[in-house]
Every structure is written in structure tokens, then in C-alpha cells.
């Protein structure tokens, strides 16, 4: 076997003649059409059909002693993929197929061409590397079948939906054998799932649902936070369809038994996309939910997510300060982490180090280090916190705040000099104090280390083009909680529905906030262990606008309906 030596084409090519595989005309005969077309001289020889491809790669199994690729009985290892660079692999066609203690078998179409076995041992470097000859088609089938397509436009003038879904039930072969590594999955499928993909984008979806029950798949679409049905599929493809999600997440496909998380990179057009995959067992196979992360669409300027004057007043005063803790609440989707970025991007600067610790890494922000929480190999929280105390920063952001060694590490780095930002999972700003305590954090480092506390949640904006004016009396709107003093001439507005909306009446979404300075009367509140309704009845008293009251204001401006901010906020 030849290991650090390459053979020339030519060599290869005497090879064939001096076999008699080809003669000397079909080798002038194909030399010209490798001119012509631009292409190898050995697909040019199995072109003009003088050999077969099966002969070609039989003959350089021969001449070169590496062994033949066994795409049937070779156990495939997808993990591998990872280790060489997706355009690379597209550009060399050669694919990392096993690996058994430190040697990794290799399939490549060509072992003549130096530039690509350099590419090779480069990316693999570390490895001893076992070459296999494989047909040049059978590489560029896996490599669809990993990579996909390129994700245009073009595929949705080409086939509908319910065509791929036809095309993929038809030709049924998208077969996975319970005991094997071993898949087969057809054009169709790959279409299908890039076609769910580039629907979603869009229409604007937020996350892709793909459920699998007793009958049927159904795939559904979060639209500005509320999800909606938009194709039920088959369940004869359904593994066929998770699997393709799967691979394209770079998700272990032979574990289903276990939840498991990946991540998915698109190119559509110009945009740049990135999905955040999730899978989780049930009792009718594995769902998939895929999270859209589109940084085009990422709005990360503080004066258009949705405060109120008097709200961005408070929350800015805070982010001038050198030190102290700034937080976040709300539930899960509620923007939280939106609010948090744009924060940090108002604080960059060339002579501050920020420093932010999140689980998971939704956005990369340019200048800012951020690191990813791995509590399977003991980087928690509270852990990567600690390591960042030595790391001389000004300020830090803690993804999340889940347990008492955070809140506590947090606290004493905001008491130490450093401007600290995190979020909770709670109902106002008023109640985080309590949770704060409940976890275990004294009233009176809270009181000294918390300067600002901020609940926000989303509401849907009514749709420009088909809102229509609601008549409500002024009797009801003050029941709400209307201002009195401007309800005369008021005109509130009600989602209606059309096609630029998809029929929901709403397009895009904005924030409701409820900004709570930390001042002197709220420490001595928290000081004497008042409830959290005394110090949301201060908080008020001194200028705070409540959840609704937020979403009161941004009714009266025709931003959205009384019915949205009633559905998110509830009553005070």
C-alpha cells in the first residue's frame, strides 16, 4: 500500500494501457474531451464509455493497494463529518466513512489527485489515514444526502409541498433498518424538509414544529408566539423526515431514545440562518423543534423594542452605572435574551471587556467573548462565572440565573466592581425580589447589588394593512384601565386578517416592559421584608408603568389590540 507517495495521473494512465484496459486511441480520444468539458481524464474515459466506473475503481484498487469501498457493509459513522470543514468535503469529495481506534477510512474517487489527499491528511491531521477507492457518484449521493441542496428559492417554483410529500410516498424508499446505521433517504424527502425550512423563513416563523402522532405528522409554525397548523404529513415518511432534520443538525440518527440538541447553518439567497435543533422521544416517535435564528431579522436597538419613554429613561440611567446588577424577567420566548444584547451592544466599546455565559450561545456579537454553558463536562454557570472574575472584566452577562451558587457568585461580582446583566423566570418585577430570597440570597445583598429589574413579555402587533377601527365604550375602557383624561377621541383598533398576515389579523411582534428602578424607598422595602405587592405598590408610586399599563399605552397608539394585551399581561 502506498501511504506517503503519490502516483501521477500518468502513471495511472500508463497503468491502463500497459493492461490493455483502454488503447492508445481511446486515451487520445478522452484527453480531448477532458479539454473540452473541463473535467478528469478518468471520468472523461468512463464518459465515452470505454470502461465502466466499476472497472475504473477496480483497476486503481489494483495500481494503487487501497481496498474498494463497501457502501453496503461498511458501517457509515456520521459523527465524522464534523471533523472536516462542509465545503471542503463538497470540493474534494471525500468522505470520512469509519474509524477504528486512531485510523479513520477515507472514501475518495481519485487517488491521483495530490491536491485532495493533501486535504486530507491536513484536516485529518493527528490520524492515520486507510483510503478507500469508491465510485465518484457514490460519494456525491451521501455528500446530498448529508449537506442537502443549496436552499433557493428555484425548489419552490419547482415542486409544492404536497408534491414533494406525493414524490416521497411513492417512491418509498426512505427506509431505516432498526439494527443498522444503514439509511437510504430519497430526493423527495431532502426537498420536503428544505422546503418546510424555507416556508417557515418566509412567513416570518419563530420555530418549526414537527410532531409525529398515531395517524399522522403534523408540522407546525410559531408565528409571532402563537403556533399555527401548516401541513400534515404522512406517517410512513415519518422517520424518513425526522431523520433528514437530523443529519442536517449533525444529531446522532441511530439514538432515539434520548432528547438530543444540534444545530443547523443555512445560506438562503443572501441570508445567513442558523436553527437551533432539539429532538425528544414520545410515545409515537421523536419530535422535532427547530428555533429560527436569523440574524437579519435580530432588532438589537434599545428605542425600538417597544419602551415607553419613561421605561428606557430608568433602564438606561442603569446601564451608565459602573457596577451593580441589572435583571431581566419574564418567561421563556418572551425576548429576554434580545433585550439583554442590545444592552450590551449600547455598552461596547473598545475599552471595556465584556464578558457573557450563556446556554445556549443564540447570537454571536461582534467584539464580545461569549461562552457556551457544557454541564456534561462540569461548565456550569456558576462555574465559567467563577473563571470569569479572573478574566478582568467590566461587565458580565449571565445567560441565566438557575440556582443559588449563580445568584450568589453574580451578587458578589456586582458588589466588586463589575455591572452584572441576567435574567429569572418570574411574573413582574416585584416578585423577582422574593425569588431572589427564596433562593437563598440575603435582603440585604439584594438590596445592595440589584440596581434595575425589568419584566417584559411580547404581544403581536396588528397588521397595518387590515386593522379596523373597534368601537368600546368609555365605561369598558376605563374598567381596563384606560387614563380618564385621554379617552375622549380615542380610536382603538382590532385584528381583522388578510393575506399579507396569513389570516391572524397580527404581523410581527414588540414588547410590553415594567421598569423598576431600585431606589432608596424600594431597598428599605426589601430591607424590612415587605411582600412583593407592597413593592410593586412603591415601584408604581415612584413612576413605573406595569405590564399592562405598557400594553394600555401601546393600544391607544393602534399598535395592537386590547384582546393581545389582555391574552399576555392579564390584570394587574
Same mark, same amino acid.
Not at 422535532?288 to 428605542?303: F, H, T
Not at 431572589?436 to 394593512?465: D, T
Not at 431600585?518 to 430591607?527: D, F, P, Q, S
Given at each position: 500500500?502506498i ?8 502513471t ?12 492508445k486511441?481511446?486515451l487520445?480520444?478522452a ?9 478528469k ?5 468512463v464518459k465515452?464509455g470505454y470502461?465502466?466506473?466499476e472497472?475504473l ?6 495500481f494503487?493497494?487501497y481496498p474498494?469501498f463497501d ?6 459513522d456520521?459523527?465524522?463529518?464534523k471533523l472536516?470543514p ?5 470540493k474534494?469529495k471525500? *468522505? ?5 481506534g486512531?485510523t479513520i477510512?477515507? %472514501?475518495i474517487?481519485d487517488p491521483?489527485?495530490e ?13 492515520k489515514i486507510?483510503f478507500?477507492?469508491?465510485k465518484e457518484n ?6 446530498s444526502?448529508?449537506f442537502?441542496?443549496?436552499?433557493t ?5 419547482? &415542486?409544492?409541498?404536497e408534491?414533494?410529500v ?10 431505516i /433498518? &432498526?439494527d443498522t446505521d444503514k439509511?437510504?433517504?430519497d430526493?423527495p424527502i431532502?426537498r !420536503?424538509?428544505?422546503?418546510?425550512i ?6 416570518? %416563523?419563530s ?6 402522532f ?6 407546525r409554525y410559531?408565528?409571532?408566539g402563537v ?6 404529513l404522512?406517517v410512513r415518511i415519518?422517520?424518513a423526515?425526522?431523520t433528514?432534520?437530523?443529519?442536517m443538525?449533525?444529531?446522532?440518527i441511530? /439514538?432515539?431514545r434520548?432528547?438530543?440538541?444540534g444545530r443547523i447553518?443555512l445560506k438562503?439567497g443572501?441570508?445567513?440562518?442558523d436553527?437551533?435543533?432539539s429532538t425528544?422521544p414520545?410515545i409515537?416517535?421523536?419530535k422535532?423543534?427547530l ?5 437579519g431579522?435580530?432588532? !438589537?436597538?434599545l428605542?425600538? !423594542? ?8 430608568f433602564?438606561?440611567?442603569? *446601564? ?5 446588577m441589572?435583571?431581566?424577567t419574564g418567561?421563556?420566548?418572551?425576548g429576554?435574551?434580545?433585550t439583554l444584547y ?9 475599552e471595556?471587556n465584556?464578558l457573557?455565559v ?6 454571536t456579537?461582534?467584539?464580545i ?6 454541564e456534561e463536562?462540569?461548565?456550569?454557570? %456558576?462555574?465559567?462565572l467563577?473563571?470569569f ?5 467590566d461587565?458580565i ?6 440556582d443559588?451558587?449563580?445568584?450568589e457568585?453574580?451578587?458578589k %461580582?456586582a458588589?466588586t ?5 441576567s435574567t429569572?423566570?418570574?411574573n413582574d418585577?416585584a416578585s423577582?425580589?422574593?425569588?431572589l430570597i427564596?433562593m437563598?440570597i440575603?435582603?440585604?445583598?439584594i ?14 402587533k396588528l397588521?397595518l394593512?387590515?386593522?379596523?377601527e373597534h368601537d368600546?365604550?368609555?365605561e369598558?375602557?376605563? /374598567? ?8 375622549e377621541?380615542?380610536k382603538?383598533y382590532?385584528?381583522?386578517g388578510?393575506?399579507?398576515c396569513?389570516?391572524t ?8 416592559y ?5 431606589r432608596?424607598?424600594?431597598r428599605?422595602l426589601i ?7 407592597e ?5 408604581i408610586s415612584?413612576?413605573m408603568?406595569t405590564?399592562?399599563q405598557?400594553?394600555i399605552?401601546k393600544?391607544m397608539e393602534?399598535?395592537?389590540s386590547i ?7 392579564g &390584570?394587574d
Amino acid at each position: 500500500m502506498i501511504e506517503d507517495e503519490f502516483k501521477s495521473k500518468q502513471t495511472f494512465v500508463h497503468y491502463l494501457l500497459e493492461k490493455e484496459i483502454i488503447s492508445k486511441q481511446q486515451l487520445i480520444d478522452a484527453k480531448a474531451l477532458q479539454k473540452i468539458e473541463g473535467i478528469k481524464l478518468n471520468s472523461a474515459i468512463v464518459k465515452l464509455g470505454y470502461i465502466t466506473e466499476e472497472e475504473l475503481i477496480k483497476a486503481m484498487s489494483e495500481f494503487y493497494g487501497y481496498p474498494i469501498f463497501d457502501k453496503e457493509n461498511l458501517k457509515f459513522d456520521q459523527s465524522l463529518i464534523k471533523l472536516i470543514p462542509e465545503d471542503i468535503i463538497k470540493k474534494c469529495k471525500f *468522505l470520512p466513512v469509519s474509524k477504528t481506534g486512531n485510523t479513520i477510512n477515507l %472514501a475518495i474517487s481519485d487517488p491521483s489527485d495530490e491536491i485532495t489527499l493533501q486535504q486530507a491528511k491536513f484536516f485529518l491531521s493527528g490520524f492515520k489515514i486507510n483510503f478507500l477507492i469508491a465510485k465518484e457518484n457514490d460519494i456525491k449521493k451521501i455528500i446530498s444526502t448529508i449537506f442537502g441542496e443549496n436552499l433557493t428559492n428555484e425548489e419552490q417554483k419547482i &415542486e409544492t409541498v404536497e408534491d414533494l410529500v406525493q414524490s416521497a410516498v411513492q417512491e418509498d424508499r426512505t427506509l431505516i /433498518e &432498526e439494527d443498522t446505521d444503514k439509511i437510504l433517504i430519497d430526493a423527495p424527502i431532502i426537498r !420536503l424538509a428544505n422546503q418546510i425550512i424555507l416556508n417557515a423563513i418566509a412567513k416570518g %416563523a419563530s420555530d418549526i414544529h414537527i410532531e409525529p402522532f398515531e395517524d399522522n405528522v403534523y408540522v407546525r409554525y410559531r408565528l409571532d408566539g402563537v403556533l399555527h397548523d401548516v401541513l400534515t404529513l404522512p406517517v410512513r415518511i415519518k422517520n424518513a423526515i425526522i431523520t433528514r432534520f437530523k443529519i442536517m443538525a449533525n444529531i446522532d440518527i441511530s /439514538e432515539r431514545r434520548l432528547p438530543q440538541d444540534g444545530r443547523i447553518k443555512l445560506k438562503t439567497g443572501k441570508k445567513e440562518v442558523d436553527f437551533r435543533v432539539s429532538t425528544l422521544p414520545s410515545i409515537f416517535g421523536e419530535k422535532i423543534v427547530l428555533r429560527i435564528l436569523e440574524k437579519g431579522s435580530l432588532q !438589537l436597538d434599545l428605542s425600538k !423594542l417597544g419602551f415607553e419613554e419613561i421605561s428606557l429613561k430608568f433602564f438606561l440611567e442603569a *446601564l451608565k452605572k459602573p457596577y451593580g446588577m441589572i435583571l431581566v424577567t419574564g418567561p421563556t420566548g418572551s425576548g429576554k435574551t434580545t433585550t439583554l444584547y442590545s444592552a450590551l451592544l449600547t455598552l461596547r466599546k473598545p475599552e471595556v471587556n465584556i464578558l457573557t455565559v450563556e446556554d445556549p450561545v443564540e447570537y454571536t456579537l461582534h467584539r464580545i467573548t461569549q461562552v457556551q454553558v457544557q454541564e456534561e463536562i462540569g461548565r456550569t454557570f %456558576a462555574y465559567i462565572l467563577r473563571s470569569f472574575l479572573r478574566q478582568d472584566p467590566d461587565i458580565i452577562l449571565v445567560g441565566e440565573i438557575r440556582d443559588f451558587e449563580t445568584a450568589e457568585i453574580a451578587v458578589k %461580582a456586582a458588589l466588586t466592581g463589575h455591572l452584572v446583566l441576567s435574567t429569572l423566570h418570574t411574573n413582574d418585577a416585584a416578585s423577582t425580589i422574593t425569588r431572589l430570597i427564596n433562593m437563598g440570597i440575603e435582603p440585604f445583598l439584594i438590596a445592595s447589588s440589584v440596581v434595575l429589574i425589568a419584566a417584559q413579555r411580547l404581544v403581536r402587533k396588528l397588521c397595518l394593512k387590515c386593522k379596523r377601527e373597534h368601537d368600546i365604550s368609555k365605561e369598558t375602557l376605563l /374598567e381596563l384601565g384606560f387614563p380618564h383624561q385621554e379617552i375622549e377621541g380615542l380610536k382603538i383598533y382590532q385584528a381583522v386578517g388578510c393575506d399579507e398576515c396569513n389570516g391572524t389579523g397580527y404581523k410581527g411582534r414588540t414588547a410590553l416592559y415594567e421598569v423598576m428602578p431600585i431606589r432608596e424607598e424600594i431597598r428599605e422595602l426589601i430591607l424590612t421584608g415587605a411582600s412583593a405587592q407592597e413593592i410593586k405598590k412603591k415601584a408604581i408610586s415612584l413612576g413605573m408603568l406595569t405590564l399592562k399599563q405598557s400594553g394600555i399605552r401601546k393600544v391607544m397608539e393602534g399598535i395592537t389590540s386590547i384582546e393581545e394585551v389582555l391574552r399576555v399581561a392579564g &390584570e394587574d
